[in-house]
């Protein structure tokens, strides 16, 4: 009876709304956008001299395909996390592409030391990842967040991470588009643990940015309504 009064007092009370498109359309948009900001910031720090030579080279080309895809997937993942009756696989998708560009740093770890011994695994400090990354993903992050926000909070935890993640993995690609730095361990610890850190930083702030406050208003509503 609860729910039939629920359904009841939402059909009488709220407006019509327009259907939001398919979370891959949404992550599409928001990609094409981000990557064009990201283009305009390689472009002004400059894009590495060996650049044609390290694309062609496989380990760094999986590495750097696997940001992008890592990016672009978290995202469709972000939106798909405030549809309700999306699959709850869609949401953990990103975690292949995560795991192909984990692979690709190991094997540059071991390329190292297969190349310099021990010693390849030695990483000198590279701390000016994190504020890098964390700047260059800051407006594509202000961007998904206002998209995500027009879905149900439904897995606040979970958007803000993957949101964060998509945003962190595309500016960790502009990053490696950029510096010339590509001892792995130093690439693994400050680029890539940079992006882990802030994501994980980034979902602890989840019911924070995704406050539900038309549920609360609904549920004013409907409590005022049975009084």
């Known amino acids: 009876m ?5 359904i009841k007092t939402l059909a009488e009370n709220c407006a019509p709304v327009r259907p939001l498109a398919h979370p891959a359309r949404r992550a599409l948009v928001w990609f094409a956008v981000s990557l064009c900001y990201v283009a ?8 590495r001299p060996d650049f044609l030579a390290k694309i062609a080279d496989p380990q760094f080309a999986t590495e750097l395909a696997a940001a992008f895809l890592t990016s672009i997937v978290a995202a469709a993942g972000a939106f798909s996390a405030g549809c309700p009756a999306r699959p709850i696989w869609e949401r953990f998708a990103a975690g292949v592409f995560l795991l192909v560009w984990v692979g690709a740093l190991a094997v540059g770890c071991w390329r190292d030391i297969d190349a310099f011994g021990v010693a390849g695994l030695l990483s000198h400090s590279d701390i000016y990842c994190l504020p890098t990354i964390l700047g260059i993903s800051i407006p594509a992050a202000l961007l998904i967040l206002s998209m995500v926000r027009r879905g149900a909070p439904i897995a606040p935890f979970v958007t803000i991470g993957l949101a964060a993640l998509a945003s962190t993995a595309l500016a960790a690609a502009a990053l490696r588009l950029s510096f010339r730095q590509d001892a792995a361990v130093s ?14 930083i980034a979902s602890l702030f ?22």
């Open 2 to 6: 609860l729910n039939e009064e629920l």
């Open 40 to 47: 305009i910031v390689v472009a002004v720090m400059g894009v």
């Open 187 to 200: 690439v693994c610890i400050w680029q890539f643990g940079s992006v882990v850190l802030l994501t994980g």
């Open 206 to 227: 989840g019911r924070v940015l995704l406050h539900w406050t038309m549920r609360d208003a609904l549920i004013a509503s409907f409590q005022a309504h049975r009084r």
